[in-house]
């Protein structure tokens, strides 16, 4: 995988335009000069989550004897299961924090940016290829940006896509999602088909 691919992936992953109404919602109870200190907050925080879950993905598949084509079968049902939940929304709540109280982590940095799809992902990609580790931490640093950016401007993302425009978005996002995990799926299946 390019690292340029691995990046889109991991943002399409993140799915930030689909978090913004959640997002949203969260923060809405919280004053308005605190919301940004709180939303760059929790962005920091699943930020060293996920370069976690990069680094040590692989010493945790070693200690547990996974191999590279279980992990990428895995990671296909995973995203393909993500992606359906993108397309045909679940309806429920967001949170359980009472108003006016500050999220910590949870639920915004977990599960919302750092959700164990992504976790998923990035565990796949530092079993891939070891020795590019560099390319990884860039392609997740990029789609973390972008992710970040818009999170950052949620009002005027809202305002310009409408909530049809943001659905519409994110349904697109995860049939893009659906088209990559079975692409992992098969490659899983295959590279286990020539090992026999």
Known sequence: METWSAAITLFLIMDPLGNLPVFMSVLKTIEPKRRR???IRELFFSLLIMMGFLFSGQAVLDFLSVKQETVSIAGGIILFLIALKMIFPQPGGVTGLPPGEEPFIVPLAIPMIAGPSILAALILLANQDHSRMLDWSLALLAAWSVSAVILMFSNLFH???????L????????????MISIQ???DGIGKFYSLM
């Open 159 to 165: 305002r310009i896509l409408g909530e049809r425009g």
């Open 184 to 186: 992992m799926l098969l």
């Open 167 to 178: 659905i519409a978005i994110e349904r697109l996002m995860g049939m893009i999602l659906i």
């Open 37 to 39: 200190i709180v939303l």
